[in-house]
């Protein structure tokens, strides 16, 4: 099995951002919502919903999920599913935590 390689990402400061809100992030042509959840937790998703497109950063955040502004489409930030009976996915990203500085790992082909 070939290990996929990743780009090790600069997002910012973890100070800076806000508690349970999401925050997008654009690197290169990919849009990315990142989040800090109640419990400090960093995690990062695809920032669209697999329904029709909403903007996930713009969501509530509740625990490990993420709803979805436009439908309420109930999204984990862990593995990335949607919860039944609704279906679906989106890619989730591994974030890094160094000191303060936020980084997120996007696969490179």
Known sequence: ?????????????????PNQLG??????DQEIALFKLANGEL??????????????AEGMVSGEYV???LHDWKINMTDGMVQEPDNGCVQTFEVI??????????PVE
């Open 1 to 17: 099995m070939m290990e996929q390689t990743v780009k090790k990402v600069f997002v910012g400061q973890y100070n800076n951002l």
């Open 23 to 28: 925050k997008t992030i654009c690197i290169h």
């Open 43 to 56: 995690r990062a998703i695809e920032n669209r919903c697999p329904h029709k497109g909403g903007v996930l």
């Open 67 to 69: 709803y979805c502004p």
């Open 97 to 106: 935590k160094e000191n303060e500085s936020i980084f997120i790992l996007i």
